[in-house]
């Protein structure tokens, strides 16, 4: 009897630190601060899996924004939405993720209006399902070299304003 114990709790002992290294069951797009600044980042994705509830309860009622706002400390990483699976093994090359990327004075007391007038967004990207594949879901700013091709204002040459 005290051998069949002695396996049970060891086998329980097993089950609890393997439970311990499992994968995340969230994964998200990072997007990674490497300036100096708190950043503001606004998302906005089309694709498939959109929900209608984000699309109907979008951040601004002038906007499709979906996603709240986020503040990216300096030096900080910040994820922008939970999926499933990891997000390049879902999204298509046709799925669009536009990312807003502006300095958080030029952000805080404005109607979205305001802030698109005012042009002061640091930088847009408009990723594709491929590009976040490429960037194994890790969007850094101000842009990294892989980003030279990849759609965004201003271009990767022009630099960040």
Not at 51 to 64: A, R
Not at 74 to 94: E, V
Request: net charge negative; proline share 4%; hydrophobic share 35%.
């Amino acid at each position: 009897m005290k051998i069949v114990n002695l396996l049970y709790v060891v086998s329980m002992a097993f089950f609890f630190v393997s439970c311990l290294t499992m994968e995340p069951t969230e994964y998200d797009v990072l997007v990674y601060n490497n300036t100096e600044r708190d950043l503001i980042v606004l998302t906005r994705w089309d694709y498939e899996f959109t929900k209608q509830y984000d699309k109907d309860s979008g951040l601004y009622g002038d906007s499709t924004l979906y996603e709240k706002v986020k503040i990216v400390e300096p030096n900080k990483r910040r994820g922008f939405y939970g999926f499933s699976d990891k997000p390049q093994n879902l999204l298509k090359s046709t799925d669009t993720l536009t990312i807003f990327i502006l300095d958080k004075e030029e952000y805080e007391g404005k109607t979205w209006s305001q802030v698109v007038d005012s042009a002061h967004f640091r930088q847009i990207y408009y990723l594709s399902g491929d590009d976040i594949r490429l960037l194994n879901s890790k969007v850094p700013y101000p842009p990294s070299e892989a980003m030279r091709n990849m759609d965004m204002v201003p271009s990767y040459e022009e630099g960040v304003r």
